[in-house]
Every structure is written in structure tokens, then in C-alpha cells.
């Protein structure tokens, strides 16, 4: 049974708008892992239903591991008499979602899974989880939650970061370490294989790994080989660095990264790390896919009887025999096709499947946006893609004219999108056709146009940056890194600190390295010019430890001024009072915050109860954006300003009811409610100790302290 609903259904459990099975032409399910996941079908214009078909509409159709599942329609294509419609899983309406800025932190799967599903812009009706017991981060900002999740040419997406597969059931979204299982299925020639496609990459496997951990860490023997590195599959080892920058070492007489262990037991991490990617990830097997056309034998009369043994599901493992070519492989389903209305496989794909060795150059374009694994080595980083690129750019069409010489990754100019170009004037990178934009160039003149530049030295007498139409310039000489705007004043950067010129060459302030009696080494702020007063004359602005940093002001106290206001990402922490200030006729008055254990946010109103003895009061859209009322119990105040009595009888997710004991009561209310993302906070412990307050308060005491 294929089921017609409402695009706003929220009952899955009836018959909908009705059966449109029985009309149905040429249904396919195609299902691929960490991929796509849709339902594509024909319908005849003259059937029942076909007048209600819209999108977007959803459809309920039965798939072969998963059950019943939901496909919004995206897409509806009227052709001779027939509606040609596709439709998405269910799944997908993520996608309409976006996540603004979310940073996951030290998560296992299930952590970072469940903080993805909760930072959503709005709210939605699905559940999320995940098995995987892998730490690690990720920033995520601007990201719908499907790129989130699946989107591997995205380095800070779940599926690079933590891996898994996707499970997609209805409105559960589950990632897992594995799917599927071996159920003794066999695909055999002259049983039910009718053909076969195998496509063995033998450039991905790797047979020796060079574990690189955090700033540089290698290990004493440098190498971790497969087991397999000696057998004939490999006339020599195929060596590979990989990257560990969560593995971190204790440097003796260097502060401790956070997360750091000490050198032997990091050795132990990048050891155990190496032979993972063998014993898990079979990194030292070639990626071999085999497309297989057969006969599903549970749907056959001869062997109905054995549908248990016959059964395949997504992630199954299968072995196929081809005894006259010597096939005998046991491979994981990665991909089908399912006809939901004769309910049988139509093809599936096996496969250790995984992205390409050449795949590498998805990454090249991410724009890295969480900063926390960087390490100094970023030009050897850079060497190594490069050289991943050009060595294994296997493929591409050669033309030669006699003007110009283009590689191109078509045979044919007019469809090629990836071009080199060649000529007397220079040569150029095109990633928009032969007549497109060439973003990378150098010219016969000298010129080097180019998005980025990776270089380990660069020598010039100076080096000159201008902005346009900003009327200023930036420069590198003897004196330092200088900026200098269109009135003159100048921003400059050398050994001694930073230093602030004003438009007649004169010192305005600095930023320098100085002497602490207490505390050796200190970062100091001067600011001795005239306009906007003397607020940091002599102040010290001090670093006590690593991630904290402190003003102290030795016999005043630090005034910080910001006419347009500031913002600030995450959380503020304050030992003191937080005040807001109001101009008064008897000068700037303060009044204090009122705070709670828990994070709640307040809203308050007025009305009257009707002739029915009661008000329904619904809670502000903009309001409920930033509490969650849903999963979590709001609170209700009242007061009455009139001579009943008021009650609240009743408390939903967007709106409460009051009742009276007679009509027409006038009342004011108060709602508070937990604000959304903070549900479970209740006198959080912040990361600051008593020692560290101490620090800062003793510099405010001890006054013979200098810069």
C-alpha cells in the first residue's frame, strides 16, 4: 500500500487521503548510505486521486528493511497522462532548517548529534541519536542539519569528524557505528546472479601510517604497518601520514594543552590510533564496489520457503560467487533500489564503500571554521594536499592548438567546467569553462592572481597591501608591520609591541611587553593620549594563565566605554553586582539584576476574564523563539485587580488559560518559562577557582607593581 497525506498530516496511523498503489507506474525507492534516500513514481491523470496530488504533499510506501516510511513530494511533472513525481525521506525537511552557530565540544556521537538537533532555528519533530563513543569537535555556523550530519566534503560535519552510518526512520535520525549484519546471503551464477560490475581502486589502500599527533607529535619509530604490508597484494608499502590533533603531549616546561597526556602515554594514543584505521577502518584493503543484478529468490515460487535466509537489508553483508571469473567476495550493501509496490529489489550495490583516494580535493575548498585543531605546520599541510593532487590527477583531456595548449575534465570544450589554459600571455585555472572567470593566473607581465598562497619564504624590500576604496594600505618594511589610513595615523607592529601614531607621528598609545614583580612576563595596555580621557594610564592588562585574561588597575579602577554597544558570544561571568544604569535628575542611578538557580526568562501582561468566566492567554511568537515550553513546565503568576478570584486552569505549549469565579475580572500575569538551550543549567560551576579571584584582587593591592 502506497498512502496519499496532507502536507501538515501529523497522524501517520490512518489511511490518509487514501490507497494511490493501484494507479501506480514504474515506483522506485532509491536508498543510498550517507546519501540520498527518495521515492520516484508515475501517475495517471484520470486516477481517483490525482486531482488532490500536490506538493508537498506526503507519501507513506513501504521500503525493504525500514518499514512503512514518509517521502515529502518535491517535485511534480505532468507528461502525456501521467503525473511523474519525486519525493524526498521525510528526513530532509531539515534541510529547510538551519543551524546558526553551535560549537561542539569534546562530544562522544550521541552528544554532538543531540546538540546539533537542539540548535536549530525553530523547532522540529525530530528525535536524534547516535552510538558512536568517539570524542571530538566541531564548529558548525550557518549549516542546515542535513549538510550537518552527512555532507562529507565538509570538514567539520559529523560524518567527518565522528563518521557512522545514517539511519533514517521517519522522524528518528539516528548515526551508527554499523548497520546491518551477515545473514548468510549468497548471490551465485547459475542460482540468482543474472550480472556484475566490480570496480577495484587499488591507489586508496595505505599499508604503513606516519601518526602525526597535536604540533607536530611522531612517534619514536615514526611508522604503524598493516599486517598486510609483507603479502603479494603490495609490491611495497603504500606509506601515508595521518593526522591525530586531538592526541596531545605534556611538554616539559610548557603549559599543558587541555586534553594534553603525558609522552609516553600519547605515544600509546597514536599507536592505538594507526592500528585502528587497519583493524576498523580497513584502510589497508582496496575500495572495491560491485553493482549486482539478481534474483531476489524469496519472490520466486521455487524458493519462497527460504524468505528468511533470502532477506537483505541496508549494511548486510553479502557474498557473491562467480565461480568462471573467480569471484568469491563477501561485500556490505551500500546502495538499492526497491520497487515498493511489487515489494522487490530492482538492483543493489556492494561495496566497502568510502570516498575516492582523489576525493581529497572536496576539502581544498573548506573554509575551516573551527580554528581549535590548527597547527603551526599549516605550509606542510598545504605541501602534502597539493601533492595529493597532483600526483593522483589521473584522468583529464589534453588539446593542443597552435595558440594555446587546455586540460580539461571533459573531451569537449563546450561541457568542460575544470580548465588549464595555456597561452602566450600566461596560463590560467578555470573552474567555470574555457570562456569563464580564471580565478588562478599568472601573466608574461609578472602578475599572480590567486585566492590563496602557501609559501615557506617570501623576500621583498617591502611588501604593499592596498584596500579599495578604504584609502588606506598596509606594509612590511625595517620599522615593522605597518598600517597607515588616509589622515596619517599609523598602527605599527614590531618587536617591542604594538604602537598607535597619531596624524602628526606622535605615540597616542601601545600595546607592549613589560615587567610584573609578582608575575614575570605580563602583557601591558598604555593609553596616554589626550582624547577620551586617561581611563588606562598605567593600567595593567594581564595574562594570569592560559584562556584567562585580566584588567587590574593598581590604584584605580579600569573604565571601559563602548558607544555603540557590545555583545558578547557564550557566557559572562561576574563575581560582583550586573547592573543596568539610568540616567537620573540626581545623577547615573544602578539597578541590579534580579537572578534565579535556574535559566529562566520572564513576560508579563494584562487582561480580564470574558462573560464565560475565563481568558485564553497565548503565549508571543517572538517570546516562545527563546524559551522551550514544549518539553519543559512553565510558571504562571497572577494577580488580581478586581474582586474574584483567578486561577490558571490550564498551561499548553503557546498559550494558559484563566478562569474566575465571576465574570469580567481584570488581572495582570507573569509567565516564566526555561530559556531555550539552557533547560538543565542550575547553579552551574564555572571555570574559575578561588586561587585565580585571589590574583586578581591581590593586584589591586599591591601598588608597587610595573608595567
Known amino acids: 500500500m502506497i498512502t496519499l497525506y496532507k502536507k501538515d498530516e501529523k497522524d501517520f496511523f490512518n489511511n490518509g487521503l487514501g490507497d494511490i498503489s493501484s494507479s501506480i507506474q514504474d515506483a522506485v525507492i532509491s536508498w543510498t548510505d550517507n546519501d540520498q534516500y527518495m521515492l520516484t513514481f508515475k501517475y495517471s491523470t484520470i486516477s481517483p486521486l490525482a486531482a488532490f496530488i500536490d506538493g508537498p504533499m506526503i507519501i507513506k510506501a ?12 518535491n517535485k511534480i511533472k505532468k507528461n502525456m497522462g501521467l503525473l511523474e513525481i519525486s519525493a524526498f525521506h521525510i528526513f530532509y525537511d531539515l534541510i529547510d532548517n538551519i543551524i546558526e552557530d553551535t560549537f561542539v565540544q569534546g562530544q562522544t556521537g550521541a552528544g554532538a548529534i543531540d546538540q546539533i538537533g537542539k540548535k536549530t532555528q525553530y523547532a522540529h ?9 568517539k570524542v571530538a569537535n566541531s564548529r558548525i555556523v550557518r549549516m542546515n542539519p542535513v549538510t550537518a550530519l552527512i555532507d562529507s566534503g565538509k570538514d567539520n560535519s559529523f560524518i567527518s569528524r565522528w563518521g557512522g552510518h545514517l539511519v533514517r526512520d521517519n522522524f528518528k535520525v539516528s548515526m551508527l557505528k554499523k548497520i546491518g549484519h551477515d545473514r548468510g546471503v549468497t548471490i551465485q551464477n547459475k542460482k540468482n546472479l543474472l550480472g556484475y560490475n566490480a570496480d577495484v581502486d ?20 615514526k611508522y604503524i604497518d598493516s599486517p598486510l604490508i609483507n ?26 594543552q587541555e586534553g594534553a597526556v603525558p609522552l609516553n602515554e600519547a605515544y600509546k594514543l597514536l599507536r592505538e590510533a594507526a592500528k585502528k584505521k587497519y583493524e576498523i577502518e580497513k584502510i589497508d584493503y582496496p575500495i572495491v564496489n560491485y553493482k549486482v543484478d539478481f534474483v531476489e529468490l524469496s519472490k520466486t515460487e521455487e524458493y519462497k520457503d527460504f524468505e ?35 515489494e522487490m529489489y530492482l538492483s543493489i550495490e556492494l561495496g566497502n564503500y568510502k570516498e575516492s583516494f582523489t576525493d581529497i580535493k ?19 599541510t598545504a605541501k602534502g594536499v597539493a601533492s595529493t593532487l597532483i600526483k593522483n590527477g589521473f584522468g583529464g583531456h589534453v588539446r593542443v592548438y597552435p595558440d594555446r595548449i587546455l586540460i580539461m575534465d571533459t573531451p569537449d570544450e563546450k561541457t568542460a567546467r575544470r580548465v588549464w589554459q595555456w597561452n602566450i600571455n600566461g596560463f590560467g585555472y578555470s573552474r567555470t569553462g574555457v570562456n569563464g572567470e580564471y580565478g588562478l593566473a599568472i601573466t608574461m607581465d609578472g602578475s599572480i592572481v590567486a585566492d590563496f598562497i602557501n609559501v615557506g619564504k617570501l623576500r621583498a624590500g617591502m611588501i604593499q597591501v592596498g584596500f579599495n576604496g578604504i584609502n588606506s594600505f598596509v606594509s612590511i618594511d625595517g620599522a615593522g608591520f605597518n598600517v597607515r589610513d588616509a589622515t596619517g595615523g599609523l598602527t605599527q607592529l614590531n ?9 602628526s607621528g606622535q605615540l597616542a598609545g601601545s600595546v607592549s611587553r613589560g615587567q610584573s614583580s609578582s608575575d614575570g612576563d605580563a602583557l601591558g595596555i598604555v593609553h596616554d593620549g589626550s582624547e577620551g580621557g586617561n581611563q588606562f594610564r598605567g593600567n595593567l592588562f594581564q595574562v594570569l594563565n592560559a584562556g584567562n585574561i585580566f584588567f587590574t588597575a593598581p590604584g584605580d579602577r579600569v573604565a571601559l566605554y563602548s558607544i555603540n554597544g557590545d555583545t558578547v558570544i557564550t557566557n559572562l561571568n561576574v563575581t560582583g553586582k550586573k547592573n543596568a544604569v539610568h540616567p537620573t535628575r540626581d545623577g547615573i542611578r544602578a539597578t541590579p539584576a534580579y537572578e534565579t538557580a535556574e535559566s529562566y526568562l520572564g513576560d508579563i501582561g494584562e487582561s480580564k476574564t470574558n462573560e464565560n468566566k475565563e481568558m485564553k492567554i497565548f503565549i508571543e511568537t517572538l517570546f516562545s523563539d527563546t524559551v522551550n515550553t514544549i518539553e519543559y513546565s512553565y510558571q504562571v503568576f497572577l494577580q488580581s485587580y478586581g474582586e474574584g478570584h483567578i486561577w490558571v486552569s490550564e498551561r499548553n505549549s503557546d498559550h494558559f488559560i484563566v478562569k474566575s469565579n465571576i465574570p469580567s475580572v481584570p488581572f495582570a500575569w507573569e509567565i516564566k ?8 543549567d542550575r547553579l552551574t560551576l564555572v571555570d574559575m577557582t578561588n586561587e585565580i579571584i585571589e590574583n586578581v584582587w591581590r593586584e589591586e593591592v599591591n601598588k608597587d607593581d610595573d608595567l
Do not use: C
Open 231 to 256: 603479502t603479494d597484494a603490495y609490491p611495497h608499502p603504500k606509506i601515508l601520514e595521518i593526522e591525530f590533533p586531538d592526541i596531545k603531549a605534556i611538554k616539559e616546561g610548557e603549559y599543558a
Open 495 to 503: 618587536q617591542t609591541g604594538i604602537n598607535f601614531y597619531n596624524r
Open 362 to 380: 572536496n576539502q581544498i575548498n573548506n573554509v575551516i571554521n573551527d580554528m581549535n585543531n590548527m597547527e603551526a605546520g599549516f605550509l606542510d
Open 308 to 342: 528468511i535466509l533470502e532477506t537483505i537489508d541496508p549494511g548486510d553483508t553479502v557474498t557473491v560467487i562467480h565461480d568462471e571469473d573467480g569471484i568469491n567476495i563477501k561485500a556490505e550493501m551500500i546502495q538499492y533500489t526497491y520497487d515498493p509496490v511489487r
Open 202 to 221: 587499488w591507489m586508496s589502500p595505505v599499508t604503513r601510517i606516519m601518526p602525526k599527533g597535536f604540533d607536530g607529535l611522531l612517534l619514536p619509530e
Open 62 to 73: 513501504k521500503t525493504p528493511s525500514d518499514g512503512y516510511q514518509l517521502f515529502r513530494i
Open 673 to 680: 518559562a526555561k530559556r531555550r538551550g539552557y533547560e538543565t
Open 125 to 133: 519533530p525530530f528525535n536524534f541519536y547516535s552510538d558512536i563513543d
